[in-house]
């Protein structure tokens, strides 16, 4: 009997050497973790229960049958992340470069369907060489199986991607339909076709970093949620991330005890709006003053600034943010925050996390760029997004709604709950200046006229009350009072019930 409990030893420490000491000095020669380092810094302490650490693949090519080491390049299983369940799996780059095998990509599978089964989040770690190209076809079977299960559980359980090394060719495909990617600075990097073949095809020089770094994905694609110095901050960061969400779409969002009065009045917010109509404004210090205990987590800081998204707790519950910037573009719509804010309140809706619209917009980016590039379409993403969504919806308006981008910014007939104003709230089909060139047109050579046109439109429209009159707005509220009102429009929303007409799936413009 000792001697099967040593052998069971043995092969468990074998094991967990993956590809051996000198490839293990490598990955952290490159400043990298190991794959089992970064599930221990992921998980609490000692919570991890593996599966399948002793499965070997199957490929007689190549000499193949001469090298099986256990685990087949990746490292499976579940734990919990501050006591709540999550499946996660870690790609071994110090086995074949951590490429994917047929076996390597049924304990992908086997993780993925018992997330989907026992509802709870996936959590991949990708760090690999792509396909095992000894196995050919059947590796790219493996991706395959992978990618149907990525579209099965979208919007059953979150799955967050880390992609902390190498992630290329149609690999990429698997993290792209997961619900976030973060990655980390200058040792991972995500392209469809590497430096060498963009040379050949093209004749562009560029590195792997400026090719498909984090810098890149967060930036310019979009394609990356979050970039992160090092692997143990990325790590962090992604406990902090899953401590918001839900596990799956059969629960609510976590609640979580809360040290931070609904009623905190914010006086400062009181002044918050500056006088000048065209004086930005920094929205964060709203969303930050709103939250409990200031605690904010922002999705796609780096891209399309005009529009700000993230998670907040109100009473310890989840809440999704979106607001618009008045600090960038003047916090205008335009293809990529329509873009940005879309996926972000399509996810909220999936996992029934209620959503906080702050609103302060011009309108959409006007130009040729923006037409060119569909702007017509995109920007009908985020109208989709909020009409469809039937999670509870907040609205506040601190400035200016004008236009469609009044409507589209969970507006009253997008089925908003509880849509408030500031009393700074303008809401307009358009500003003072250019209302009054179009309907006074005759006038534009008479500066007394037309600055009598612009007081009087701003003295009718520049107000929040023509739409208050109207019901569309719920009520003006003070801004001090701001935390207080929207907390307490959730609260008043916990039951709620809305389901919208049966169909297979919308047709979301995409
Ligand atoms: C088998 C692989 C491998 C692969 C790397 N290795 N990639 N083994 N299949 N795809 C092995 C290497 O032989 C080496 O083994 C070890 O992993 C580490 O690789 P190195 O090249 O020494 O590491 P590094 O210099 O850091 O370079 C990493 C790399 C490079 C950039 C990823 O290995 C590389 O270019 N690999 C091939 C990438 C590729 O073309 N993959 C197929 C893409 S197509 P030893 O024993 O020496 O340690 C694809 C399609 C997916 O993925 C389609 C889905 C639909």
Redesign the pocket.
Same mark, same amino acid.
């Given at each position: 009997m000792k001697d099967i409990l040593s052998e069971l030893e043995d092969r468990r420490a074998t094991a967990r050497l993956g590809?051996g000491e000198r490839?293990i000095e490598?990955q952290h020669g490159?400043g990298k973790l190991t794959a089992r380092e970064r599930i221990d810094l992921l998980l609490d302490e000692a919570s991890f229960e593996e599966f399948d650490m002793f499965v070997a693949h199957r490929c007689v090519d190549f000499g193949m049958e001469k090298?099986r080491p256990a685990g087949d390049g990746v490292v499976t299983g579940w734990g919990t992340i501050n006591g709540r369940m999550v499946y996660v799996f870690s790609q071994d #780059?110090?086995?074949?470069?951590?490429?994917?095998s047929e076996t390597h990509a049924q304990k992908i599978c086997k993780i993925m369907d018992m997330a989907m089964q026992n509802g709870a989040p996936v959590i991949g770690i990708n760090d690999?060489?792509?396909?095992?190209?000894?196995?050919g076809v059947a590796?790219?079977a493996g =991706?395959?199986e992978v #990618?149907q299960r990525n579209i099965m559980a979208s919007g059953v359980v979150p799955q967050i991607s880390l992609v902390m090394?190498?992630c290329?060719?149609?690999?990429v =495909?698997s993290p792209a339909m997961t619900d976030f990617i973060f990655m980390v600075k200058d040792s991972s990097y995500m392209f469809v076709t590497?430096p060498d073949v963009v040379k050949t095809v093209t004749n562009e020089v560029v590195t792997?970093e400026e090719l498909g770094g984090a810098i890149t994905h967060t930036k310019k694609s979009s394609v990356a949620d979050g970039a992160f110095e090092n692997d143990v901050e990325a790590l962090a960061e992604v406990r902090r991330l899953v401590d918001f969400l839900p596990l799956s779409n059969r629960e609510k969002p976590p609640v979580r005890p809360f040290f931070d009065e609904a009623k905190r009045v914010e006086n400062s917010l009181d002044t918050l709006v500056p006088e000048n109509p065209n004086t930005p404004y920094d929205m964060k210090e709203l969303i930050v003053k709103l939250a409990d205990e200031g605690d904010f987590y922002e999705i796609q800081e780096d891209y399309a600034k005009n529009i700000i998204t993230g998670f907040v707790r109100l009473e310890g519950q989840t809440v999704g943010v979106v607001a618009n910037q008045p600090m960038v573009l003047a916090g205008c719509l335009d293809i990529d925050s329509s873009r940005k804010a879309a996926r972000f309140v399509r996810f909220c809706d999936a996992f029934e996390i209620p959503i906080l619209t702050l609103v302060d917009v011009p309108g959409f980016l006007p130009g040729t760029s923006q037409e060119y590039g569909g702007v017509i379409k995109h920007g009908a993403k985020l109208l989709f997004a909020y009409g469809e969504a039937t999670v509870p919806k907040v609205t506040v308006i601190t400035r200016k709604a004008y236009g469609g981008a009044y409507d589209v910014m969970a507006s009253k007939h997008l089925r908003g709950d509880f849509n408030y104003a500031w009393p700074t709230a303008e809401i307009a089909v358009m500003g003072a200046k250019g209302a009054v060139e179009i309907i006074h047109r005759a006038d534009l050579g008479d500066a007394d006229k037309i600055a009598a046109h612009t007081a009087e439109y701003e003295e009718r429209f520049a107000n929040p009350f023509v739409a208050a009159e109207k019901g569309f707005i719920d009520e003006v509220i003070f801004p001090h009072n701001t935390r207080m009102r929207v907390c307490r429009a959730f609260a008043s929303l916990r039951n709620k019930k809305l389901q919208n007409p049966w169909k297979k799936h919308d047709n979301i413009p995409l």
């Open positions: 590809g490839r490598a490159r090298q #780059f110090t086995v074949f470069g951590g490429s994917l690999s060489g792509g396909a095992r190209i000894q196995e590796s790219l =991706y395959a #990618f090394g190498p290329a060719g149609g690999a =495909y590497g792997a």
